[in-house]
Structures are given as C-alpha cells and as structure tokens.
C-alpha cells in the first residue's frame, strides 16, 4: 500500500496557473504508476492525467491537453500537476492516485488502489 498526501490547491483567476504536488511513500512507491483525478460538486470523479513509472508514458484526459503536465521525481517520491490557462470548470478537489502496473489513456478510478485526500481548486472567473 502506498500513502499519498496532495498539496499546492488554492484560489486563482481564470487563465493562472498552480503545480499540484503528490507526496508518496512505502517502499515501492517510485515503481507505481501515478494518476491525477478531480471531482466537482455533483459530479463524478474524472481522470485527469497519468504517468508510467519511468515516466515514458503520459496521458491526459481531452479537456485539460497543452495546458496542464504531469511529472515525477522518483528520487522525491513525488508527483506533480502542473496546470495553466486555468479555467473556472476546472474547480474541484484534485485527487492523487497510484497502482501497482502500467497506465493508459482514459482511465477509471477502479485502477487506482491508492489514493490521497484530495487538494481543492478553485478557478475564479
């Protein structure tokens, strides 16, 4: 099991920006691959963006393509979300998420066997 602690939320306008940081530890957790998720109120929680362990492989959901970024520092143990030209409905907790095996595009909150407490965003418009 691996322990996840999300950091860096806050208040920004439409149009900033603001890196999400995921904190990981247990022994493995720099061979896990990674996955930032978000929820609104009322909505479901929807895939944001995931890396492989070595960082080959990145994917992010069609609305947040060339403005946000996922990365990894696996000598940190960390994971970041970096996010610009923010938009208001991007307004929701941001949730850290890991798993034992490879990522793909498009994937479920049932892949993900770790998760965090979440990190709220809010975008004013």
């Known amino acids: 099991q691996v322990q996840l602690v999300e950091s860096g939320g806050g208040l920004v306008q439409a149009g900033g920006s603001l890196r999400l940081t995921c904190a990981a530890s247990?022994?493995?957790?720099?061979?896990?691959?990674m996955g930032w998720f978000r929820q609104a109120p009322g909505k479901e929680r929807e895939f944001v963006a995931a890396?492989?362990?070595?960082?080959?492989?990145?994917y992010y959901a069609d609305s947040v393509k060339g403005r946000f970024a996922i990365s990894r520092d696996n000598a940190k143990n960390t994971v970041y979300l970096q996010m610009n030209s923010l938009k208001a409905e991007g307004t929701a907790v941001y949730y850290c998420?890991?798993?034992?095996?490879?990522?793909?595009?498009?994937?479920?909150?049932?892949?993900?066997?770790?998760w965090g407490q979440g990190t709220q965003v809010t975008v004013s418009s």
């Open positions: 998420a890991a798993r034992a095996g490879g990522v793909w595009g498009s994937m479920n909150r049932a892949d993900f066997g770790s």
């Open positions: 247990g022994r493995t957790a720099s061979s896990y691959g």
């Open positions: 890396i492989s362990w070595r960082s080959i492989e990145r």
